[in-house]
């Protein structure tokens, strides 16, 4: 039995094992063990996942990012709203406009229906992806002619493929904020070449 040092037991109530911890040792100890107490409670506090709970929420985030893919592919702009929040989403990629002009809602879907304009055949799939917690990670993979201005190049009717690798942040089954790079200087490089 370990005694706390403001407990001061009868000698025969010690057995041999038994410690009696002196001030400074007793006060390290007592840190360590409340910081550890705290950890082991956090998540059940701020509401942590559980295994189960963290793969379904894993599995409604890969089905969002399906979604995504299908709007475009589909070239449905009304279904590719719906996936994002009415307010206050969020943009940090960067992009050879200013990103910040594509925080919100609308302006990401303006951007997109302009790249489905130039690229009317525009097919969009994710060759790698992953979830974690409320985040989504993909390598997304575009396809499609160009037959509309785009980047400042004018239509040159050839087909091309090019990626972006994005991270999306999730709340209540919207997409709230993104951090991505699309490699809009190898797209130009095929336009242009």
């Not at 390290?28 to 709970?53: C, D, E, I, K």
């Not at 990626?163 to 200087?185: C, M, P, Q, Y």
């Amino acid at each position: 039995m370990i005694y706390p040092p403001d407990y001061h037991p009868n000698e025969s109530e010690l057995m041999e094992s038994d410690t009696v911890l002196r001030k400074k040792d007793w006060l390290p100890m007592n840190r360590r063990s409340a910081l550890l107490a705290t950890l082991s409670v956090a998540p059940l506090v701020l509401g942590a996942a559980t295994p189960a709970h963290a793969a379904d929420k894993a599995k409604a985030n890969r089905k969002l990012l399906q979604s995504f893919l299908d709007a475009l592919t589909a070239h449905d702009m009304d279904k590719f709203k719906s996936l994002y929040v009415a307010d206050g989403y969020i943009q940090h990629q960067a992009l050879p406009t200013n990103a910040a002009s594509l925080t919100g809602r609308e302006a990401v879907v303006t951007y997109f229906a302009k790249r489905i304009e130039a690229f009317p055949d525009l097919v969009v799939s994710s060759d790698v992806s992953l979830t974690e917690g409320d985040l989504i990670c993909a390598n997304l993979i575009y396809t499609g002619t160009h037959r509309g201005e785009y980047l400042g190049i004018a239509p040159t009717g050839k087909h091309v493929t090019f990626n972006s690798t994005d991270i999306i942040k999730v709340r209540d089954g919207r997409f709230v904020e993104h951090w991505g790079a699309a490699d809009l200087f190898g797209l130009s490089q095929q336009l242009r070449g």
